[in-house]
């Protein structure tokens, strides 16, 4: 089974930065991609990074572009998502995901494995 486990979030003033972790367990993660989405509440849960994990390239969306950037290591099955130049707008719950395929997945409902999430706030 796999296991998703994030960590890193909490509170940051705009302008700052966050990494976040998401610890990958019960698989192997050859042929999948791992994503990270965020929630505000009231909002749908909406993508801000991926990573294919065999090769590394990545997809980030153009809310976020320039400022988040996603990344693993292969060697702990660990992924991570660099947060800098924070604002308001990006407070909400993120998650880790994974989904095994052999094309890139971009939507919620895509995804077959999630993390618990972890918070991150930002204050202007």
């Known amino acids: 089974q796999v296991q998703l486990v994030e960590s890193g979030g909490g509170l940051v003033q705009a302008g700052g930065s966050l990494r976040l972790s998401c610890a990958a367990s019960?698989?192997?993660?050859?042929?999948?991609?791992m994503g990270w989405f965020r929630q505000a509440p009231g909002k749908e849960r909406d993508i801000v990074a991926a990573i294919r994990w065999t090769s590394g390239n990545t997809y980030t969306p153009s809310s976020v572009k320039g400022r988040f950037a996603i990344s693993r290591t292969n060697a702990n099955y660990t992924v991570y998502l660099q947060m800098n130049s924070l604002k308001p707008e990006d407070t909400a719950v993120y998650y880790c995901?994974?989904?095994?395929?052999?094309?890139?997945?971009?939507?919620?409902?895509?995804?077959?494995?999630w993390g618990q999430g972890t918070q991150v706030t930002v204050s202007s």
């Open positions: 995901a994974a989904k095994y395929g052999s094309t890139w997945y971009l939507r919620a409902d895509d995804y077959d494995y």
């Open positions: 019960g698989r192997t993660f050859s042929n999948a991609v």
